[in-house]
């Protein structure tokens, strides 16, 4: 492609898939240290015990076992830390037991970590985690989301009643008067489930420590990799920050449970300082399914008032969060501020108020999984919204466009600022391209094959660029969530970029260098992108909440504006013209209303030779870095609309047909965009058919430990997708004016599902997962 003709909006073809699809592609898994030994972690069989003894003795004795690591090795250390600090509505902080890196006197969930084995193979490691013996005292577990504060046991001392904190935001008088004042109200109440993320790549770490420099270096599979060293070495290991290289090599598929640290990297850091040896860990399947952070799990009551012609009044909003046993680096923020802010969705309702109510149970801890809060805000919203629509006889598609806001900015009542949108317009392309004008008569099709065919809307709307540190730290976020880039052109021309973000699946090797290839007019093929390496990127947040390009692209857009500058500089003391006279454009530094130029190339050698410009005035070099805190979030929206045929037999569902129309501002590469949603819309289907994280309330066993209990969509389960991203309303405080587009497919596909499924049949609501049993109870009730 000529760098002429530019590189934003271009499907230019994913540089990074070259290695990927040849095998060539490095892993932590990959990675083989010299006199490299194993780690298998012991863990707990139970929901909720007391450890009584711990005796290691036949396992250190076992052939190639190295050392044993236990909870007693980390009682003089810190907790995991969690990074958000949620206050209760009397204004105390949140209940905030220790998470410790190895259990320290009682297990809380099945697959908590009990113990390390480290042997001088696999097989060896494995053998002797088989000899460490554990007497347990069995305790009465905490399992039932509804019932945790009558469950007549405690998770944790500190929280007696498994409370780890009730928070409001919203006017609650205000909405308590409106709902006085309703000509109706809708009232739903459902559960979102529990999910288990599912990345190909499981997570893994290699640890080494070399005793020279008194240096650490951590190769592990996270999606921020700076984060993951600040928090291991400031708030629980106590390690010199400097002191620390974590590596984030290529990682295969995250979802956000490779956001947080975990205590099984932590244990591997500090057992190589002891045995002087590197510790290498890969997560086992079952282990993945045990240990991972499971996503979404609330339970909700919303309401909704309106007046007589369908105009919303006030959502009241009553939400239970399982957190799991104990607190995840982002788990306080999901279930308020990333889920209840989004509750006014696309619409212009005057009143608002969300009470969160967080609760530990004897289950694997509960954090951010793709979309974290949003996906749990759209169903709650679109459910009641479509329910309502049913209830007062009403197209859904008419109730929403009633209420749609159209005047930007607009401020919510729940605390966010929409900057733009145009929702009618999604709405609009969706029914065009779902053919919704043609549904009756398929409908009557399917009823005529004594079948039942459905239709359902999703209007989603997200806060993406996960960044404002302003706006994070005033609701308790514990860090700024900027991003940093960094330019570094080379005498010949060539770019090397180095990213705060981190690809785990994303593209940004490509996006990026388009970002880059396109401000400077040089060919794609001249930049490379680095990431993932603390050693060798400026202090960056990492990869969640779809913030990859509009802040860390941001940020290199900041830094290209100062290699351009700078440039500039040079380039007019060479053409013998003023600074302000001197125009870059099509790689070229021009002397305006002239036939002068000199290539950015030529540019980039004079700025590495300093006696051809007075470089008393400018350094010689051309390195720029830069850090992008943005003012606000951006909001990228859309319509979903599902259509599905039901067999009232059977309850199988087959979704027939399914229409994403998307508002993401201004797009770098269309094809990476659209291979975003589709994966998203399998997530979201999947969820909303047949995904769903199960434990035994009696014993707190983990029932879906394994694809042969957790159902996960294949490609016979989904229909060809639909996917259009409308020219859209770019984001007016970010260059680029991109919105974010990684999460859209998850947050806004199961409402649609479900949706559809309640109209198919008629009823009010069916639960998630909607498997054929639970359709086909839905369908005989």
Known sequence: MNARQGFIGQSVKRREDARFLTGRGRYTDDIVLPNQAYGVFVRSPHAHARILRLDTAAAAAAPGALGIFTGEDFKAVGGLPCGWLIHNLDGSPMKEPKHPVLADGKVRYVGDRVALVVAETLEEAKAA???????????????????VEDAGAAVHDEAPDNRCFVWQIGDAAGT???????????????????????????????????????????????????????????????????????????????????????????????????????????????????????????????????DADGK???????????????LSTFASCVPTILYATLLAGQYATPKICATVKAVFTNTAPVDAYRGAGRPEATYTVERIVETAARELGL??????????IRTFPYATPVGLTYDIGDYDTTLNRAIELADVAG????????????????????????????????????????????????????????????????????????????????RLGIPLEDVTIEHGDTGKVLFGMGTYGSRSLAVGGTAIVKALDKVVAKGRKIAAHLLEAADGDVVFEDGQFKVAGTDRAIPFAQIALTAYVPHNFPHDKVEPGLNENAFYDPSNFTYPAGTYICEVEVDPATGTVRVERFTAVDDFGNVVNPMIVEGQVHGGLAQGIGQALMEGCRYD????????????????????????????????????????????????GAIGSPPAVINAICDALGVKDVAMPATPHTVWQAARA
């Not at 985690?129 to 019932?147: G, H, N, R």
């Not at 730290?473 to 052109?489: N, S």
């Open 395 to 404: 197209d859904p598609a008419e109730l929403r466009r009633r209420n749609f």
């Open 439 to 518: 549904f009756p008569a398929r409908r009557a099709a399917s009823e005529a094959n004594g079948l039942k065919r459905g239709l359902g809307y999703a209007c989603y709307i997200e806060a993406c660029g996960i960044a404002p540190s302003s706006v994070a730290g005033a609701l308790g976020a514990r860090a700024g969530l900027f991003e940093a880039g960094e330019v570094r052109v080379h005498p010949t021309g060539k770019v090397t970029v180095f990213t705060g973000s981190h690809s785990h699946g994303q593209g940004h090797e490509t996006t990026f260098a388009q970002v880059v290839a396109d």
């Open 312 to 326: 919303f009044l006030a959502l009241r909003v009553n939400t239970t969060a399982n957190v799991g046993a104990y």
């Open 176 to 306: 308590d008067a409106a709902f006085a004042q309703a000509a109706h109200v809708t009232t739903l109440t459902f559960r979102n489930n529990r999910l288990v993320p599912n990345a190909i790549e499981p997570r893994a770490a290699n640890a080494s420590y070399d005793p020279a420099g008194d240096d650490y270096t951590l190769y592990v599979a996270n999606q921020n990799p700076h984060v993951e060293r600040l928090l291991m070495c400031a708030f629980v290991l106590g390690i010199p920050e400097h002191k620390m290289r974590v590596v984030a090599p290529d990682v295969g598929g995250g979802f956000g449970s490779k956001i947080f640290l975990y205590g099984e990297e932590t244990a591997l850091v500090h057992a190589t300082k002891v045995l002087r040896r590197p510790v290498k860990w890969t997560a086992e399947r079952s282990e993945a399914f045990l240990s991972d952070a499971h996503g979404r799990d609330h339970l909700t009551t919303a309401e909704l008032a309106t």
């Open 129 to 147: 985690a088989a000899l460490v013996e554990v007497e347990y005292e069995e305790l009465p577990p905490v399992i039932d989301t509804a019932a």
């Open 697 to 744: 309330e009696a014993s707190g066993q983990l029932l879906t430990g394994s694809y042969m209990d957790y159902a996960m969509p294949r490609a016979d389960d989904l229909p060809r997708f639909v996917v259009e991203t409308v020219p859209g309303t770019p984001c007016t405080h970010n260059p680029l004016g991109v919105k974010g587009c990684g999460e859209a």
